[in-house]
């Protein structure tokens, strides 16, 4: 590879020899250390490549040996330099483009952030860039293990960080601990668990703390449901203080809720017309240069918006990016939904609605819910049977009881 | 007596008796060292002289992949290589 790479750089032609010895000629050339490569015996002529020096070289030989040379082709820098002579600069932009795509490969264009849970990519930016790690620094000031302790030093919940250099993309992939982030940051210190809804008890698991409630009580929004605060008690049974706690516990409270959706079936649908503008803004370095900015005669429009830098290959991402908004115009219809598309349309809300409820943890026991469609308008309501989980972190209550005994003595 | 040298110090042969080598690579590529030159090319056969004999290389679309003073680089579809 390296070696025809010179062999381009330097220049070399392919020359056709006829001679009435061409085997004297041959080892003649070898003999003067002069290199040939694709010898084709081609009838009564040999055919082969040779360096340009080497082909300087050949005069003496040519002598001795009766030898006829013509030259069939000539390839490589020197014959593509002579070629574009005239073109100069046609010849030296492509040569300073190519340095300026090599400058740019120096430095970072992209930081990729990925793996995120709970942290936003901003966060992680922010802290890159109080330690000096931005856009458009030198590649080779980058410490990539550096940066992974960095990382892991400030966010302790981040329990493995990769960073690595793509082409111009420093790439950083991050673990997040999730159990570790509950236990570290929402169980210390003393709380009730106390009851987000109202409902009857049908479930209890206290972990720590003192359940203040059994399956089967009603409970109202506010109770306290597990009390952060446990009795310490001597032999004989009697209250002698107060140990303080974080409350925990699964508690299931079954409840019943109400639902009802209306909808008219006259609605309004838009209409696109194909009338489109766009706007595109061009951003070098991060500076923007806004082309085509006009604002759309439009009344009713909607945007997309394409934003997306530009990448060589795979990772070898340039400091240049484009944000394409198309903006389309539309106009409102007004449609009426038959009878058959309205109970459709009730269905499909009332599925999402309980699958955001199973989301939430919440089950659903008994559905009473109907969709009855009127003369104007599609109305679904109903009663829902449901259990859920309550119960959430509070500041501990006041003590209501009697003071603990050591403390009235 | 260059020989019975050779062989006590156990010296390679082809550095001590200029011994020619011949690499063959299955039935198409043939790589020569050590000789002192062509003495035949034709697409059909390869002559080369070295110290001691004549290397004969037989077969078709023969053709000399690269040639220099050490080595030689012979491509092609080889049916014999005849020493004589």
């Known amino acids: 590879m390296s070696g025809r790479f010179i062999r381009f750089l330097k220049g070399y032609v392919y020359i056709r020899i006829d001679s009435p010895l061409p085997e004297r000629f041959l080892n003649l050339c070898a003999f003067h250390q002069i290199l040939m490569w694709g010898l084709v015996p081609n009838g009564d002529f040999y055919e082969m490549y040779m360096s340009v020096q080497d082909f300087f070289r050949l005069r003496e030989i040519v002598r001795k040996t009766k030898t006829k040379v013509t030259v069939l082709g000539h390839y490589g820098m020197p014959f593509f330099f002579q070629k574009y002579r005239s073109r100069k600069i046609f010849v030296i932009s492509i040569l300073v483009s190519f340095a300026f795509i090599y400058c740019l490969t120096l430095f970072i264009w992209q930081i990729q952030i990925t793996g995120l849970i709970r942290h936003k990519p901003e966060e992680i930016l922010s802290f890159l860039q109080e330690e000096e790690i931005r856009y458009g620094m030198r590649k080779s000031k980058v410490d990539c293990e550096a940066v992974e302790s960095d990382i892991r030093e400030r966010f302790p919940d981040i329990v493995w960080v990769g960073a690595s250099l793509e082409g111009t993309n420093l790439h950083i992939q991050i673990k997040e601990n999730v159990d570790s982030y509950d236990a570290q940051t929402e169980k210390e210190g003393t709380a009730d668990l106390v009851a987000d809804v109202s409902g009857t008890v049908v479930s209890m698991v206290t972990r720590t ?3 203040m409630v059994a399956v089967g009580d009603q409970v109202e929004k506010g109770q306290v449901l597990v009390s952060g605060r446990e009795e310490r008690k001597d032999d004989a049974g009697t209250v002698t203080g107060y140990a303080e706690g974080y409350a925990d516990g699964d508690v299931t409270v079954q409840t019943v809720i109400n639902y009802r959706d209306a909808f008219p079936y006259v609605h309004k649908v838009k ?21 085509f900015n006009k604002k759309p005669k439009f009344a009713l429009y909607d945007t997309d918006t394409v934003d997306r830098t530009i990448v060589l290959g795979k990772s070898f991402y340039l400091p240049i990016s484009y944000e394409l908004k198309t903006m389309r115009e539309y106009f409102h219809e007004t449609r009426q939904y038959s009878k058959e598309e309205a109970k459709q349309l009730a269905n499909q809300k009332f599925r999402a609605f309980t699958e955001d409820l199973k989301k939430k943890g919440v089950e659903i026991i008994e559905n009473s819910v109907k969709i009855v469609l009127k003369e104007k308008e599609c109305v679904t309501s109903g009663s829902l049977v449901i259990q859920q989980p309550a119960g959430k972190a509070a500041p501990l209550s006041p003590l209501e009881t009697n003071p603990p005994l050591e403390a009235s003595e | 007596m260059r020989r019975e040298i ?32 062509i003495l ?32 030689m680089k012979i491509s092609g579809q080889i049916s014999e290589i005849i020493y004589c």
Do not use: M
């Not at chain 1, 061009?282 to 240069?289: A, G």
């Open chain 1, 209 to 211: 703390g003192t359940p």
């Open chain 1, 271 to 291: 209409v696109y017309s194909k009338k489109k503008r766009y706007h595109l803004t061009l951003r070098l370095f991060q500076k923007e240069f806004a082309l």
């Open chain 2, 6 to 37: 050779a062989e006590n110090l156990k010296l390679p042969k082809d550095l001590a008796l200029g011994a020619v080598t011949v690499t063959v690579s299955g039935r198409s590529e043939v790589t020569v060292e050590n000789y002192k030159g």
């Open chain 2, 40 to 71: 035949e090319y034709t697409s059909k056969k390869i002559v080369v002289q070295t110290k001691g004999c004549q290397v004969d290389v037989l077969g078709e679309d023969l053709l000399i992949s690269y040639y220099t003073a050490d080595e």
